[in-house]
Nanobody, 127 residues
Framework: QVQLVESGGGSVQAGGSLSLSCAASGATVSRYCMAWFRQSPGKEREGVVQ???????AYADSVKGRFTISRDNAKNTLFLQINSLKPEDTAMYYC?????????????????????WGQGTQVTVSS
């Protein structure tokens, strides 16, 4: 059984930074297509960044240059470093995993293509 547990969210002022973590069990993060999504109230869940088994990444245009995805294979943990936070980054951030290794696309995959989800961690950015 795959379990994903996010942590690291919080409340910060604009311009600040946060580091989110996603600890995985029942799945090896280096062998899955892994992603971070976010969702604000009243909005659809949107892809932020994904990484596949080869380390290839895809980022949403709105976060390029500010967000960085990485993973620690020894700890089986996925990370999201968020810098230069903006109020519009306020959302619940979710970790997701899809089997198969590759993400098989250079574009961000839709939420429905991921079979495993964490419970989310809240990020709130004040101006």
């Amino acid at each position: 059984q795959v379990q994903l547990v996010e942590s690291g969210g919080g409340s910060v002022q604009a311009g600040g930074s946060l580091s989110l973590s996603c600890a995985a069990s029942g799945a090896t993060v280096s062998r899955y297509c892994m992603a971070w999504f976010r969702q604000s109230p009243g909005k659809e869940r949107e892809g932020v960044v994904q990484i596949d088994s080869r380390g290839w990444t895809a980022y949403a245009d709105s976060v390029k240059g500010r967000f960085t995805i990485s993973r620690d294979n020894a700890k089986n943990t996925l990370f999201l470093q968020i810098n230069s936070l903006k109020p519009e980054d306020t959302a619940m951030y979710y970790c997701a995993a899809a089997g198969g290794g590759g993400c098989y696309t250079t574009s961000l995959r839709p939420p429905a293509s991921y079979g495993y989800w964490g419970q989310g961690t809240q990020v709130t950015v004040s101006s």
